[in-house]
Nanobody, 117 residues
């Protein structure tokens, strides 16, 4: 059964850091692009960062300096390290798997990240 399970969300002060984790079940990393998306209230869901099993990465402009996506092919985990967070980073963060051949997207349930003092 295909499942993506996020963890690590929560409340963080501006300027702080947190790491999101995604456990991927039933996903073949070699044939999927793994990514993190986010959706803030009233906004569309947007790409934060994506990574292949080879470690090739893509970042949204807002994430290029402050965020780092990584993958552990053995543990079947994907991570998003978020540093120097800002209030505008507040959103629900979703783990995503996009099949390279079918372009089908699989989604996790989402993790709430709130940046506030």
């Amino acid at each position: 059964q295909v499942r993506l399970v996020e963890s690590g969300g929560g409340l963080v002060q501006p300027g702080g850091s947190l790491r999101l984790s995604c456990a991927a079940f039933g996903i073949v990393f070699e044939t999927n692009i793994m990514g993190w998306y986010r959706q803030a209230p009233g906004n569309q869901r947007e790409l934060v960062a994506a990574i292949t099993s080879f470690g090739d990465t893509t970042y949204a402009d807002f994430a290029k300096v402050r965020f780092t996506i990584s993958i552990d092919n053995f543990k079947h985990m994907v991570y998003l390290q978020m540093n120097s967070v800002k209030p505008e980073d507040t959103a629900v963060y979703y783990c995503n798997a996009e099949d390279l051949y079918t372009r089908r997207h699989r989604w996790g349930q989402g993790a709430q990240v709130t940046i506030s003092s």
